[in-house]
């Protein structure tokens, strides 16, 4: 008990996620720390409030909120050429795509904010390139759950309304459930 008597240490089993049945999470108020507890009970580590909290500002700074895309996307890849203004052209590869950006897998990926153009390459048809101008709005350094590979969200600032249609188009055709689903 704390200050008041106040319950200052709640545990939480872990029962639902496979890997770590049987363990425990322990959260102390007053030290404001999560422990890590073996099924015997003994801790296996901690971590501070702050560092839960800073890695949720983190992740979701990288990551916009699905609310914020208006336009349909769809998982597929599709060859992109990327360049900033007195850059050379770099070949690379977009994994995710819609009308309003695409997502290039980079080792290197660009600042949030660079402006580039663009020009990429749907499986539908691969002897059209379209071309477009897009900004960095999210940057992915490392691959984590929401992505397989490093890499850059872009959002088009300047795509021809034929282009935006091919794109959609596909997404959409993408997305349709085949008839025996």
Excluded at 3 to 21: A, Q, S, Y
Excluded at 40 to 55: K, Y
Excluded at 137 to 148: E, I
Excluded at 157 to 178: G, N
């Amino acid at each position: 008990m704390g200050k008041g008597g106040k319950r200052t240490r709640l545990t939480f089993p872990v029962t639902v996620t496979e890997t770590h049945r049987g363990k425990a999470l322990e959260v102390d108020c007053a030290q404001e720390t999560i422990v890590l507890r073996d099924p015997d009970g003994n801790p296996l580590g901690s971590v501070t409030w702050h560092a839960v909290i800073e890695h949720i500002y983190a992740a979701a700074a990288q990551r916009p909120p699905e609310q914020m895309r208006v336009q349909p996307r769809a998982s597929l890849v599709a060859q992109v050429r990327y360049w900033t203004t007195g850059d050379q052209p770099t070949d690379s590869r977009a994994t995710g795509i819609g009308g309003g950006g695409l997502f290039i897998e980079s080792l290197t990926p660009l600042p949030v904010g660079t402006n580039l153009d663009l020009e990429f390459v749907l499986p539908d048809q691969p002897a059209q390139r379209l071309k477009a101008r897009g900004a960095v709005v999210w940057v992915c350094p490392k691959a984590d759950q929401y992505t397989f590979s490093p890499g850059m969200g872009i959002r088009f600032t300047k795509i021809a309304d034929e282009a935006r249609e091919r794109v959609l188009a596909l997404v959409a055709s993408l997305q349709r459930k085949p008839p025996d689903a």
